[in-house]
């Protein structure tokens, strides 16, 4: 999108995603189960995007796109990690307002350039929100056959002891 930056996510940044992670993630078809208490929910969750975001940001994958010279305008985020060389995609966020304008497909596509990723490459999305299913790069990987839901890798990725 020429008329946005994508960057990395900094800590001024970290309030807004947590957030908007949070309460998408809430709103999702995984998260629509009965019994599901929303303390248990929020602080089960916070733990553990507390343990995947500063590993995508070590690694370079924890990015934001922003209007230019605006840093606190977001459009969307997304964050995501390289395992064993496969991409994987814990979360994408775009604002209802920047909604159908590419905001994902060129977060995926920073993310897929970055590290010498392939089109036609399998992808891993281990977090599904109530919007995912509408982002066309998702569609086309998932009617290709390469894109890949596996809800259990958020954990497997984690580091042991995350949960306590």
Known sequence: MPNSEIRQIEKADLKYVCQSWLYDYQESPEMAMPG??????????????DDII??????GTAYIMNEPG???????????????GLPVVHFIKVKKGAMNQGVATA???????DFGYTKEQNCVYTH???DIRRFSWLQKKIKDGNGVYLPWFKYTLAKPGWEG
Request: positive net charge; hydrophobic residues 45%; aromatic residues 18%.
């Open 107 to 113: 977060l995926m596509a920073r993310f897929y350039e």
């Open 36 to 49: 599901l208490i929303n303390d248990d929910y929020f602080g089960y969750q916070h733990k553990l995007i």
């Open 128 to 130: 599904s929100a109530k």
């Open 54 to 59: 500063p590993r995508a940001s070590a690694a």
């Open 70 to 84: 605006q840093k606190h305008i977001y459009r969307g985020w997304m964050i995501a990690e390289p395992f064993a």
